[in-house]
């Protein structure tokens, strides 16, 4: 069985970063415990905040990560001969975005598989790179989590005056940003940065009403003038359920996830927990009994962004573990877990890995 090494992360964030002043401009503050619950200072959109009108497709910003990542990393695109990506915001329902993303590549042939799973999405899109390269049907991969959510959020606001806005859209708003981010994965008989043991994933939300939804667009919900004029294209999520469910789904995860790849919380050097507010996380397995001695352990190696892009989905873990290696949060030998929690239907998804890449 070969190993297989992640060489290489990058990101690409679109536009120019907005503020929380220049949010509320437009859509009205809101008050400082709110903010201090949100936790975002600024966040990147694909969208032009006064006018909604787009300057890039989900495509277009996950074919410029994957080209930083393949440079980084020293591969050609020609190399490349699987593509997994995760996204809930695609250019179309179909064609799949992550072939979109093989044409601006320029590649002709490619394997490719799109995961839909939200937070969780990168870390399963991982898992199944893993598996394909370990076998040796593949040898060279490229993981890409994107989202271009602004689309959504502008919707919510673009024709309504300030004060007018309920205040759980204003949350919603403030909370979510656009964003791409890609590894690039190698199959080699030698360990030079690998994934190490089994990834941990499920759905937990078994009972659980969805913390979060999109309603329109599918087929339960078409796109109607009935339903635009509800206001049914948007995004809706249940802050409530979050603080009340995730952590259960945290502590369930963390602690499979250091089961199945085998090691201790002694062994991990940096946690990447994206879209996480590590003092409310806290908070939250205190309140609920699950404050165990492995968090203790590992908590003061708890790394996440949220503050500087935003709650990004399908890329916030890969973001916030390039923002990482960045800012030397993370050095080279670094054992890193990846633990994604996403609330749309409670899940969780963890992995292991070491990292010698760049």
């Known amino acids: 069985m070969s190993f297989v090494n992640i060489l290489s992360i990058a990101s690409y964030m679109p536009g120019e970063s907005i503020s929380n002043d220049r949010l509320a401009s437009l859509i009205g503050e809101l008050d400082e415990e709110l903010m201090a619950q949100v936790d975002v200072q600024d966040r990147y959109w694909t969208i032009n905040a006064e006018t909604g009108e787009p300057s890039e497709s989900n495509s277009d910003i996950s074919a410029k990560s994957a080209r930083l990542a393949l440079e980084k990393a020293g591969v050609s695109a020609e190399d490349v001969d699987l593509i997994v990506m995760s996204t809930c915001s695609p250019d179309y329902p179909l064609p799949a975005t992550v072939t979109q993303v093989q044409d601006n590549l320029g590649l002709r042939r490619a394997a490719t598989i799109e995961v ?133 789904i945290l502590h369930e995860g963390f602690h499979e996830t250091l089961s199945k790849a085998g090691v201790s919380a002694k062994d991990i050097q940096g946690c990447i927990i994206p879209e996480g507010n590590t003092g409310y996380l806290r908070d939250d397995l205190q309140r609920s009994g699950k404050l165990s001695e492995e968090w203790l352990e590992i908590e003061n190696r708890v790394y996440d962004n949220l503050k500087y892009v935003g709650n990004t989905g399908s890329p916030a873990v890969l973001l916030a573990f390039e923002h990482a290696v960045r800012t030397g949060k993370v050095n080279q030998g670094d054992n890193v877990m990846f633990l994604a929690i996403e609330t749309s239907k409670w899940l969780f998804a963890g992995t292991v890995f070491q990292w010698k890449g760049v």
Do not use: W
């Open 116 to 248: 839909r799973s939200g937070c969780c999405g990168a870390v399963q899109a991982l898992d199944i790179a893993k598996l394909y390269l370990s076998t040796g049907q593949y040898r060279t991969a490229l993981v890409i989590g994107t989202e271009v959510i602004s689309p959504l959020l502008y919707q919510m606001y673009g024709h309504k005056d300030k004060d007018d806005l309920r205040l759980r859209d204003k949350l919603c708003i403030y909370s979510f940003g656009d964003g791409s981010a890609a590894m690039v994965l190698q199959a080699s008989e030698q360990a030079n940065g690998h994934l190490i043991g089994k990834s941990a994933f499920a759905c937990a939300g078994g009972g659980k009403k969805p913390g979060m939804i999109v309603p329109i667009g599918g087929t339960a919900i078409p796109i109607t003038h009935e339903a635009l004029d509800k206001g049914l294209f948007s995004l809706k999520v249940d802050f409530t359920g979050s603080a009340k469910y995730t952590a259960d």
